[in-house]
């Protein structure tokens, strides 16, 4: 393996338990927003902060506690990323 997909490999264990597709077992690849796509089928995944993201934007007005029952990512992790201003929510 080069640098830069043990580099890549590091970024996804950091953020995310899901190294690998469950759909086929390929390799996750990076997207940036907490987006991650398989290299061998294309499916797109999402780590807890791409979840919380993609929940808020299709539900405005969402609260902490909606979108924690909604994702299954903790509130405390949520209040932690409003706080690190990667995502808003409600008002
Ligand atoms: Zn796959």
Do not use: N, P
């Amino acid at each position: 393996m080069d640098r830069l997909g043990k580099a890549l490999e590091r970024v996804v264990d950091a953020y995310s338990r899901q190294g690998v597709c469950e759909v086929c077992g390929g390799k996750l690849i990076f997207q940036g927003c907490g987006e991650y796509v398989c290299e061998k089928c294309g499916d797109l995944v999402y780590d807890d902060y791409g979840k919380v993201r993609r929940y808020v934007e299709t539900h405005t007005g969402a609260s902490v506690i909606d979108t924690a029952e909604a994702t299954g990512v903790s509130q405390d992790a949520i209040r932690m990323m409003i706080r690190e201003h990667k995502i808003r929510i409600g008002s």
